[in-house]
């Protein structure tokens, strides 16, 4: 308790330029997809489009990930989309994901009125999972992230679904400088501890320390090593 409330007071002292909360527009980022040692092994591309509310339809925010890298026998092609609420409630996930020969194509809908996330999975593969009032998939739970911690808040241990769910805990470690794109930044590193069915992984993530929390660097593992994703400015 004493270190998360430390964690929230840190954020609190960023400059009150910083506090205006994410996000507030559309965004496009690029990343260089890169080996441990520095080697380049593609490209990565985030991205979040805001849909203002008509008549029939209320605000909504639509985010993508995609992933391109290889290594001599290894590939990685990994494509997601998500569409989610204004406030960061997710309604529908799209999974496209090829590692190596592994293949996996799945949706999951979430249905808030009977509190359940349907998902099915190329081949016919059905199943339902128990949610609450405002579920979080993996790709809106980033974008969640960001706008908690531009307002001085790190998010609870929470489950998310990313096809299976899992559970994530989040550690905010502190302030540090690190080299994106030849220059130093200060940046906040937040360590994600992931518990799985049959994995438990970590995912470092470092954020700019400005109003969108903007995500400059992301070291996740696979199984041929950890990979680490950096911003393009």
């Known amino acids: 308790m004493m270190f998360r409330a430390t964690c929230a007071l840190f954020?609190?002292?960023?400059?009150?330029?910083?506090?205006?909360?994410?996000?507030?527009?559309?965004?496009?980022?690029?990343?260089?997809?890169?080996?441990?040692?520095?080697?380049?092994?593609?490209?990565g591309r985030m991205t979040a489009v805001h849909t203002q509310a008509s008549k029939s339809e209320p605000d909504r925010w639509e985010f993508e990930l995609s992933l391109d890298a290889a290594i001599p026998g290894f590939k990685v092609s990994d494509h997601y989309r998500?569409?989610?609420s204004a406030d960061?409630?997710?309604s529908q996930l799209v999974k496209e994901a090829n590692h190596g020969e592994r293949k996996?194509?799945?949706r999951t809908v979430f249905d808030?009125?009977?509190h359940v996330a349907e998902r099915s999975t190329e081949?016919?593969?059905?199943?339902?999972?128990?949610?609450n009032n405002c579920p979080h998939d993996a790709l809106t739970f980033l974008f969640f992230t960001r706008r908690e911690l531009s307002q001085g808040r790190v998010p609870p241990t929470e489950a998310v679904l990313f096809g299976a769910t899992y559970q994530v805990r989040l550690e905010y470690t502190g302030p540090q400088s690190i080299s994106v794109g030849g220059r130093r930044s200060e940046a906040d590193r937040v360590v994600a501890h992931l518990k799985g069915p049959a994995s438990d992984v970590t995912v470092e993530f470092f954020f700019a320390r400005d109003p969108a929390r903007t995500p400059l660097l992301i070291r996740a593992p696979f199984s041929m090593g950890t990979f680490a994703m950096e911003l393009v400015r």
């Open 88 to 90: 960061f409630c997710s």
């Open 112 to 114: 808030l009125h009977r």
């Open 104 to 106: 996996a194509n799945e």
């Open 123 to 131: 081949g016919g593969g059905k199943s339902e999972t128990s949610i």
């Open 82 to 84: 998500a569409s989610a």
């Open 11 to 43: 954020l609190l002292l960023v400059p009150a330029s910083a506090q205006s909360g994410f996000p507030a527009s559309d965004e496009a980022l690029s990343y260089r997809v890169n080996w441990p040692s520095g080697l380049s092994l593609g490209e």
